[in-house]
Every structure is written in structure tokens, then in C-alpha cells.
């Protein structure tokens, strides 16, 4: 089939690999709660720094009603999230009640590390 | 000048004239020739960055299979909530009967671009990619809903349509994915022509109503819509799937680059002046 003769043709050839931008921690399955928290907080403070209250957040503070995160940065936040955990996520099976707070996030997405 | 309902009356017609088979109009090949560009070079999402140019052709080539992918998925994954919307408003007062009635073959031929893009995916690529997308929900203003469902249809047919019109005229990529953007845009130049009126109609009622802040309030997502509607040209799963490192970083880099930037202008200047005349759009978006 296709795929698996595109796979080995890819196999032979080198990978392009890229200098990483921003390095991240390196252990990301085994990172530490603190650590997490501390990522998603400057993760919202950066994408939210124009709105009221975003200097205030903490691992309470409601995400949603405060519009500190928004439909519109839902996508980008959730892709950060796969990179911070080294895994998927499947939106399907999430509710949008884990976007809550710092708390919900870390209690949905990182519950290995909770 | 032809009135809307004029106008969806002559749709209607094309549409019947028109009538299709989704599982009579294609002859699916075994597979794919891993020989051929999927998606043209120049749609790929890292065209032009330096990336791309370390890639071997095959390393190219593979991408380009993720690409045309991802893009289908992405049409299809905008179809979904579009035929839902188009539902939800038939036989209503939102749309005139004249409109009801084209609206049953634009949901029609939708969902047969659904049937046919599923067919490709799970052929080829053996899934359709997932969207990331949750729905918060949002308050709206008066008839800022209606004018925001219509925008949100405009943008995914206007950059579909730059896609399926390079890629229907391109013998050099792989005949059915060239066969498939032209069936595609057959459709999509009816319905953009719906889709442009429509909103042009919407515009002119609402817009007089809306206070300056509101009008901000939606140039803002409005902008913000098509720049996150651009992102997800920048799958991170596409770019693992064709065997690239630090996947992420890829899309960051990528979607940060001006060669990327400058074909995001292009490809949606179209759609930008269309919401810039209407003045749903108080200036241009930065791509
Ligand atoms: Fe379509
Ligand atoms: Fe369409």
C-alpha cells in the first residue's frame, strides 16, 4: 500500500530535524505539579496580557467568565497543552468545564502528575 | 441588479441541473502514486520556509499526502457545524422561502462533500484529523449571530475555494485529489455566490443598528476568527505524521514566517476586502 511504501522511502532518508526554538523541560511525563501550573500561568498571562485581571490570575481564578481565555485561543492552548503533556488531547471526550481554572486544567489534562 | 431571492431561484435551478452522485462520480484508485505531489508544493504549509528547503523531494512528497490530509479534514470539519447552521434556519423568518429552498441543495451538496472528502481520508490516510475546537459559547448582540454564522461560512468556503481552484488545474498532482478540489469548487462558486449576498443583505440591516463598541467588538473577532482559522493549516499531528521532528516547534516556527505570512495575505485578500466593503472589518488583520 501507499502508506507503508511512503514509510519506507521516508525510513532511508535523514530526517530534517530543527533547532528548537524554545527549549521545554525535557521530562514532560514526569514534570512536576508546581512546574505545570507555573506553564500554564505564564502560558494565559501571555496570550490574556491585554485584558483586565490577567496580573491577578491564580489556580483559582475563573478562566471562562473573566474572558481571560476565549473560544478563539481554545485551539492554541489545547495544542500547548499536548506539548506540555507529550500526548494528545481528544476533544471529544473533554468537557468545557476543565477550561475553569488553573485547577480543572491540571486535574483534567495532567492527573498522572496531580 | 438581480435580487437575492432572484438569485436563489437561479441557484436552485443550476443545482438540479447540476445534481450529482457522490458514489456514482468518482473512480477511486487502489492508492496513491507516491511519485506525485498530493498537494501542490506551493500550498504546503512550510513552502518557502528554510525547513522546506532541507526536506528531500520525497521527504516533500510525504508531507504533501499529510497536507492534502489535513485540508480535507479541515473542510470537512467546517462543513459539520455549516450543514447544522443551514438546518437550523430552513423554514425559518431568518431566510426567505425562495432562500429555503436553494438552502436544501446547498445542505445537499454539502453533505456529499462530507461523504466524498470521508472517502479520501479513510482510503488514504485511514482517519479524518480530529478539530481541537471546543465550544464555550458566547453572548451575542443583536443579530450578531446571524451575521457571525454567515462570516464563519464565508471564510471557510473563501480559503477552501483558493485551495480547490490552484489544485483543479494542476495535472501534476495525483488525478483524484485534482478531480476532487474541482468537483468541490463546482459547488463551493454557488454557494460563494449565496454566501457573498447573503452577508452583503445581513450587513446592510444590522450594521446601522450596532453601536461603535459593538462594531469594534466584532471587527476584533472577526479578525482573530480568520487568523485561528489560518492556524490550523499548521497541524502539529500532520507534521509528526510525515515523519518531522519536534512537531510543534515546526508549526510555531512556520506560521511565524513571512514566506507563510505573505501566502496567507494573498490567499485571503479576497475574503478581507469582502468583510473590509461590508465594514465588518475596520482594518486589515496582521496574517
Ligand atoms: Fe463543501
Ligand atoms: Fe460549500
Known amino acids: 500500500m501507499l502508506l507503508n511504501r511512503i514509510a519506507s522511502l521516508a525510513s532511508e532518508s535523514k530526517w530534517v530535524s530543527l533547532a528548537p526554538v524554545e527549549p521545554l523541560p525535557e521530562t514532560r511525563h514526569d514534570m512536576e505539579p508546581i512546574e505545570i501550573r507555573a506553564q500554564l500561568r505564564d502560558w494565559i498571562v501571555e496570550h490574556a496580557k491585554a485584558k483586565p485581571g490577567a496580573a491577578d490570575l491564580n489556580d483559582q481564578t475563573p478562566l471562562l467568565e473573566t474572558g481571560l481565555l476565549s473560544s478563539l485561543d481554545i485551539v492554541e492552548f489545547v495544542l500547548f497543552i499536548e506539548e506540555l503533556r507529550g500526548e494528545e488531547v481528544d476533544t471529544d471526550e473533554i468537557e468545557p468545564e476543565v477550561f475553569t481554572s488553573i485547577d480543572t486544567l491540571v486535574e483534567g489534562f495532567f492527573a498522572n502528575a496531580a | ?287
Request: net charge negative.
Open chain 2, 1 to 287: 441588479m438581480e435580487s437575492s431571492d432572484e438569485l436563489a431561484v437561479r441557484l436552485t435551478n443550476l443545482s438540479r441541473e447540476q445534481f450529482w452522485n457522490v458514489y456514482e462520480e468518482f473512480e477511486w484508485p487502489e492508492a496513491l502514486d507516491p511519485e506525485r505531489y498530493q498537494m501542490q508544493a506551493e500550498l504546503c504549509s512550510l513552502y518557502g520556509t528554510e525547513l522546506w528547503e532541507d526536506m528531500t523531494e520525497e521527504q516533500r512528497k510525504r508531507l504533501s499526502l499529510y497536507e492534502i490530509g489535513n485540508f480535507f479534514s479541515l473542510t470537512l470539519q467546517g462543513e459539520r457545524p455549516l450543514v447544522a447552521g443551514l438546518s437550523d434556519r430552513l423554514y425559518s423568518k431568518k431566510v426567505s422561502s425562495e432562500a429555503t429552498e436553494y438552502l436544501h441543495h446547498f445542505i445537499d451538496e454539502e453533505n456529499k462533500h462530507m461523504i466524498m472528502f470521508g472517502i479520501f481520508l479513510n482510503k488514504y490516510l485511514g482517519k479524518v484529523y480530529p478539530e481541537k475546537k471546543i465550544s464555550l459559547g458566547r453572548e451575542y448582540g443583536k443579530g450578531e449571530e446571524e451575521v457571525a454564522f454567515f462570516c464563519k461560512v464565508l471564510v471557510v468556503e473563501e480559503l477552501g475555494d483558493y485551495y480547490n481552484v490552484k489544485m483543479m488545474l494542476d495535472d501534476s498532482i495525483e488525478p483524484i485529489v485534482k478531480r476532487i478540489n474541482w468537483v468541490h469548487h463546482r459547488d463551493e462558486s454557488r454557494h460563494l455566490g449565496f454566501g457573498r449576498r447573503h452577508l452583503t443583505e445581513l450587513a446592510e440591516h444590522w450594521l446601522p443598528q450596532w453601536s461603535d463598541e459593538t462594531k469594534k467588538g466584532f471587527s476584533d473577532w472577526l479578525g482573530q476568527y480568520v487568523r485561528s482559522s489560518w492556524a490550523d493549516f499548521y497541524n502539529p499531528t500532520m507534521y509528526k505524521d510525515a515523519g518531522l521532528e519536534k512537531p510543534y516547534d515546526v508549526r510555531k516556527m512556520a506560521l511565524a514566517h513571512p514566506a507563510t505570512a505573505e501566502h496567507r495575505a494573498k490567499a485571503s485578500k479576497k475574503l478581507l476586502n469582502i468583510f473590509l466593503r461590508l465594514g465588518l472589518l475596520e482594518a486589515l488583520p496582521a496574517m
